[in-house]
Nanobody, 120 residues
Framework: QVQLVESGGGLVQPGGSLRLSCLAS????????MGWYRQAPGKQRELVAS???????NYADSVKGRFTISRDNAKYTVYLQMNSLKPEDTAVYYC??????????????WGQGTQVTVSS
């Protein structure tokens, strides 16, 4: 069984920074793309940023220049450094990973989510 566990959320003032982490554990042969999504109250879940196993990144326009996604393949961990936070970044942030668990089994897994609140 694979688990994704996020950490690092919290309350921060506008203009502040937070760093989210997501650790994958369990029976893992390989991890392909990893990403961060977020869902604000009353809105659909949206992609924030993603990163391939080779390090190629993709960002939502709303976070470009403020957020940075990175990963440590040896530690099965993906990070999201969030700077210059705005109230509209308030949401539950979810980690997602495309994981190979056996030679015939590959699936997308989600973390439980971590709350990020940007408010003065």
């Amino acid at each position: 069984q694979v688990q994704l566990v996020e950490s690092g959320g919290g309350l921060v003032q506008p203009g502040g920074s937070l760093r989210l982490s997501c650790l994958a554990s369990g029976l893992i042969l390989s991890i392909y793309d990893m990403g961060w999504y977020r869902q604000a109250p009353g809105k659909q879940r949206e992609l924030v940023a993603s990163i391939t196993s080779g390090g190629r990144t993709n960002y939502a326009d709303s976070v470009k220049g403020r957020f940075t996604i990175s990963r440590d393949n040896a530690k099965y961990t993906v990070y999201l450094q969030m700077n210059s936070l705005k109230p509209e970044d308030t949401a539950v942030y979810y980690c997602n990973a495309d994981i190979l668990t056996s030679l015939t089994s590959r699936d997308f897994y989600w973390g439980q989510g971590t709350q990020v609140t940007v408010s003065s």
